[in-house]
Protein backbone atom coordinates (compact mmCIF):
# COMPACT_ATOMS: atom_id res chain seq x y z
CA UNK A 1 0.00 0.00 0.00
CA UNK A 2 1.10 3.65 -0.89
CA UNK A 3 0.76 6.51 1.37
CA UNK A 4 1.24 9.62 0.55
CA UNK A 5 2.03 12.19 3.30
CA UNK A 6 3.01 15.71 4.50
CA UNK A 7 7.05 15.89 4.77
CA UNK A 8 7.80 15.73 8.55
CA UNK A 9 11.23 16.59 9.86
CA UNK A 10 11.61 12.58 10.63
CA UNK A 11 11.53 12.38 6.65
CA UNK A 12 14.34 14.64 6.47
CA UNK A 13 17.47 11.91 5.59
CA UNK A 14 14.63 9.55 4.26
CA UNK A 15 14.12 11.87 1.65
CA UNK A 16 17.23 13.45 1.21
CA UNK A 17 18.24 9.87 0.35
CA UNK A 18 15.79 9.77 -2.46
CA UNK A 19 17.75 12.28 -4.25
CA UNK A 20 21.23 10.75 -3.76
CA UNK A 21 19.56 7.57 -5.32
CA UNK A 22 17.53 8.84 -8.42
CA UNK A 23 19.03 12.18 -9.25
CA UNK A 24 22.52 10.32 -10.70
CA UNK A 25 20.10 7.64 -12.18
CA UNK A 26 17.86 10.54 -14.01
CA UNK A 27 21.43 12.37 -15.44
CA UNK A 28 22.76 8.82 -16.42
CA UNK A 29 19.62 8.17 -18.59
CA UNK A 30 20.12 11.13 -20.77
CA UNK A 31 23.49 9.97 -21.12
CA UNK A 32 24.82 12.63 -18.71
CA UNK A 33 26.15 10.85 -16.13
CA UNK A 34 29.64 12.08 -16.29
CA UNK A 35 28.16 15.66 -15.26
CA UNK A 36 29.12 14.68 -11.68
CA UNK A 37 29.66 18.18 -10.65
CA UNK A 38 25.95 19.12 -12.17
CA UNK A 39 24.42 15.95 -10.81
CA UNK A 40 25.70 17.28 -7.21
CA UNK A 41 24.66 20.41 -7.56
CA UNK A 42 21.16 19.28 -8.25
CA UNK A 43 21.06 17.17 -5.68
CA UNK A 44 22.30 19.90 -3.16
CA UNK A 45 19.27 22.51 -4.40
CA UNK A 46 16.86 19.79 -3.52
CA UNK A 47 18.60 19.56 0.07
CA UNK A 48 18.45 23.02 0.21
CA UNK A 49 15.01 23.12 -0.62
CA UNK A 50 14.06 20.22 1.82
CA UNK A 51 15.48 22.15 4.58
CA UNK A 52 13.34 25.64 3.33
CA UNK A 53 9.96 23.65 3.09
CA UNK A 54 10.59 22.21 6.95
CA UNK A 55 12.46 24.99 8.21
CA UNK A 56 11.84 28.43 6.97
CA UNK A 57 8.47 30.07 8.52
CA UNK A 58 5.63 30.84 5.58
CA UNK A 59 7.86 28.99 2.94
CA UNK A 60 6.33 28.61 -0.25
CA UNK A 61 7.48 25.45 -0.96
CA UNK A 62 6.21 22.27 0.09
CA UNK A 63 6.75 18.67 -0.04
CA UNK A 64 4.76 15.24 0.15
CA UNK A 65 6.46 11.82 0.51
CA UNK A 66 5.48 8.73 -0.70
CA UNK A 67 5.48 5.95 1.66
CA UNK A 68 5.34 2.25 0.97
CA UNK A 69 5.99 -0.49 4.04
CA UNK A 70 6.44 2.19 6.09
CA UNK A 71 9.82 3.24 3.96
CA UNK A 72 10.11 6.62 1.80
CA UNK A 73 10.23 5.90 -1.58
CA UNK A 74 9.42 8.93 -3.79
CA UNK A 75 8.89 12.79 -3.07
CA UNK A 76 7.05 15.82 -4.89
CA UNK A 77 7.19 19.60 -3.98
CA UNK A 78 5.22 22.55 -5.42
CA UNK A 79 6.90 26.30 -5.03
CA UNK A 80 7.26 28.95 -7.08
CA UNK A 81 8.41 28.99 -10.41
CA UNK A 82 11.56 28.62 -12.04
CA UNK A 83 13.98 30.43 -13.98
CA UNK A 84 13.99 28.11 -16.94
CA UNK A 85 9.92 28.63 -16.92
CA UNK A 86 9.76 32.18 -16.62
CA UNK A 87 11.80 32.24 -19.66
CA UNK A 88 10.61 29.75 -21.60
CA UNK A 89 6.90 31.12 -21.78
CA UNK A 90 7.89 34.96 -21.43
CA UNK A 91 7.14 35.10 -18.09
CA UNK A 92 3.16 34.09 -18.69
CA UNK A 93 3.71 31.64 -15.89
CA UNK A 94 5.76 33.23 -13.57
CA UNK A 95 3.06 33.44 -10.82
CA UNK A 96 1.78 29.99 -11.13
CA UNK A 97 3.29 27.45 -8.45
CA UNK A 98 5.60 24.78 -9.87
CA UNK A 99 5.08 20.94 -9.26
CA UNK A 100 8.82 19.35 -8.90
CA UNK A 101 10.90 17.36 -7.37
CA UNK A 102 9.05 14.44 -7.99
CA UNK A 103 11.39 11.25 -7.77
CA UNK A 104 10.47 7.89 -7.31
CA UNK A 105 13.27 5.18 -6.30
CA UNK A 106 14.03 3.33 -9.43
CA UNK A 107 13.21 -0.56 -7.39
CA UNK A 108 9.32 1.17 -6.85
CA UNK A 109 8.90 2.86 -10.60
CA UNK A 110 6.07 1.60 -12.66
CA UNK A 111 3.81 1.12 -9.70
CA UNK A 112 1.92 4.00 -9.44
CA UNK A 113 3.98 6.06 -6.91
CA UNK A 114 4.47 9.18 -9.16
CA UNK A 115 1.12 8.94 -9.98
CA UNK A 116 -0.14 9.18 -6.44
CA UNK A 117 2.44 11.93 -5.48
CA UNK A 118 0.81 13.74 -8.75
CA UNK A 119 -2.83 13.37 -6.94
CA UNK A 120 -1.82 13.84 -4.04
CA UNK A 121 -0.31 17.27 -4.37
CA UNK A 122 -3.45 18.18 -6.59
CA UNK A 123 -5.55 17.31 -3.77
CA UNK A 124 -3.51 19.60 -1.50
CA UNK A 125 -3.31 22.42 -4.17
CA UNK A 126 -7.32 22.14 -4.51
CA UNK A 127 -7.43 22.17 -0.33
CA UNK A 128 -5.73 26.14 -0.50
CA UNK A 129 -7.44 26.95 -3.48
CA UNK A 130 -5.05 26.87 -6.10
CA UNK A 131 -6.44 26.50 -9.47
CA UNK A 132 -3.38 25.66 -11.50
CA UNK A 133 0.12 24.35 -11.64
CA UNK A 134 2.82 24.07 -14.06
CA UNK A 135 6.14 22.05 -14.76
CA UNK A 136 8.58 21.63 -17.38
CA UNK A 137 11.56 18.92 -18.02
CA UNK A 138 14.83 19.22 -20.44
CA UNK A 139 14.96 15.54 -19.87
CA UNK A 140 14.06 13.36 -22.73
CA UNK A 141 13.11 10.71 -20.60
CA UNK A 142 10.92 12.68 -18.44
CA UNK A 143 9.45 14.02 -21.33
CA UNK A 144 8.13 10.75 -22.88
CA UNK A 145 6.15 10.25 -19.81
CA UNK A 146 4.77 14.20 -19.26
CA UNK A 147 3.54 13.90 -22.75
CA UNK A 148 1.52 10.50 -21.84
CA UNK A 149 0.56 12.19 -18.22
CA UNK A 150 0.01 15.99 -18.93
CA UNK A 151 -0.21 15.73 -23.17
CA UNK A 152 0.83 18.63 -25.17
CA UNK A 153 3.00 21.06 -23.49
CA UNK A 154 2.03 24.31 -22.93
CA UNK A 155 5.50 25.76 -24.54
CA UNK A 156 8.03 23.89 -26.15
CA UNK A 157 11.86 25.38 -26.61
CA UNK A 158 13.47 23.90 -29.22
CA UNK A 159 17.25 23.45 -28.65
CA UNK A 160 17.19 24.68 -25.31
CA UNK A 161 20.05 22.73 -23.62
CA UNK A 162 21.59 22.57 -27.26
CA UNK A 163 21.23 20.93 -30.93
CA UNK A 164 17.99 18.92 -30.44
CA UNK A 165 17.76 19.09 -26.56
CA UNK A 166 14.55 20.52 -26.45
CA UNK A 167 12.86 22.34 -23.10
CA UNK A 168 9.44 21.53 -22.71
CA UNK A 169 6.53 23.27 -20.06
CA UNK A 170 3.41 21.97 -19.22
CA UNK A 171 0.38 24.00 -17.88
CA UNK A 172 -2.01 22.24 -16.09
CA UNK A 173 -5.89 22.23 -14.06
CA UNK A 174 -5.35 21.02 -10.84
CA UNK A 175 -9.18 19.94 -11.28
CA UNK A 176 -7.64 17.02 -13.68
CA UNK A 177 -5.83 15.46 -11.22
CA UNK A 178 -7.66 15.57 -7.89
CA UNK A 179 -9.36 12.43 -7.15
Request: hydrophobic fraction near 40%.
Amino acid sequence: MIEIKELMVADLEPAYEVFRRTIPDAFEQEGLGALTDEICQEIESKRLMLNEALFTSGSSVHFLVARKDGDIVGTISIGPCNGDIIQCTGGRLKNVFELGSLYVLREYQGQGIGSALIKGMANSLAERGIENFCLDSGYRHAQIKWLHKFGRPYATVHDYWGLGLDHMVWYCKVSDYVG
